[in-house]
């Protein structure tokens, strides 16, 4: 293992605690920083492993229901249903007359099966949503233990150059010195 994955896998450590239980977040964190490979990934991805054919029929209906479109076609489609009992109430026998008893049935039977099928897809956004989340914090803790890696690296390296530049200055003393001792002589 070189010596920057050290340093990462160390403070990784310990600021993810060390001996403790672990979480499978952290643990695949520390497996990560130890192989050196990236983190990120696509959180849609991550969330549509595991999606089945009504999932997305779900997914759809609520796109669909949840449109301009489908409202300006539903308002039509209640303006015709209206206007044209309204229309043959006058004329002939409508088939739904006025207190529109069948369109109320409709409706509701159309508010029925859709709202669970919008919560369903609710239910969904907000499962793709945690997933997202907790991909987020495992790529900010990681970001976070590399930050401080590679600030604890350089205090080292910045350390280093003080000594030697004090390590010069000191020999650079030495020799003035040499040189005021021989000038003072000669």
Known sequence: MNNPTRI?????????????????QHENI?????????LSRDANELS?????????????????????PFIGGFFLFLALWVG??????ASAKPFDPYPFIFLNLILSMLAAI??????????????????????DYEVNLRS???IL????????????QHELILARQA??????????VKSERG
């Not at 044209?84 to 109430?89: A, M």
């Open 114 to 135: 859709q709202a669970p099928i919008i919560m369903m897809s609710q239910n969904r956004q907000a499962e793709k949503d945690r997933v997202a989340a907790a991909h």
């Open 30 to 38: 520390l497996r990560h920083i130890d192989a050196r490979q990236p």
């Open 149 to 160: 890696a590679m600030q604890q690296k350089l205090d080292r390296l910045r350390g280093e």
């Open 8 to 24: 990462a896998l160390d403070i990784a450590r310990r600021v993810l605690g060390e001996g403790g239980p672990r979480g499978t």
């Open 171 to 180: 020999r650079m003393l030495e020799m003035l010195e040499a040189l005021l």
């Open 144 to 146: 976070e233990i590399e």
């Open 84 to 89: 044209g009992n309204t229309l043959l109430l």
């Open 48 to 68: 549509s492993v595991a999606e089945s054919g009504w999932d997305r029929l779900a997914d759809s209906v609520a796109r669909v229901g949840g449109s301009w």
